[in-house]
């Protein structure tokens, strides 16, 4: 199970700091993605990150902006979110990726209750 937490209200131009916490599975055998809905929306990828750290993928939307990293001796990674926009709002969910494109949420399990970013502009 992945949790993800972190969330909050913010201005525009903040920053948040959002973890996701595993338990119950081998972490460092995972890639691990995170994604965001926003009300009316499909969930989308922000971010995604390889087992070991090697390879990270940003999302064009926030590129620039956000930093993903992980530790898997805390078995935790974390999503820096900078110069938030007003339409970064969403709930943020972390998942296990399980193969194939890492942009489908299809393609990822042991999903989590998420968190809620919202940015005031």
């Known amino acids: 199970q992945l949790q993800a937490s972190g969330g909050g209200l913010v201005q525009a131009g903040g920053s948040l700091r959002l973890s996701c916490a595993a338990s119950?599975?081998?972490?460092?055998?995972?890639?691990i993605g995170w994604f965001r809905q926003a009300p009316g929306k499909e969930r989308e990828a922000v971010s995604c990150?390889?087992?070991?750290?090697?390879?990270?993928y940003l999302a064009d939307s926030v590129k620039g902006r956000f930093t993903i990293s992980r530790d898997n001796a805390k078995n935790t990674v974390n999503l820096q979110m900078n110069s938030l926009k007003h339409e970064d709002t969403a709930v943020y969910y972390c998942?296990?990726?399980?193969?194939?494109?890492?942009?489908?949420?299809?393609?990822?399990?042991?999903w989590g209750q998420g968190t809620q970013v919202t940015v005031s502009s």
């Open positions: 998942a296990a990726f399980r193969g194939g494109r890492y942009y489908d949420p299809n393609n990822y399990n042991y």
């Open positions: 990150i390889s087992s070991r750290g090697h390879s990270t």
């Open positions: 119950g599975l081998t972490f460092d055998d995972y890639a």
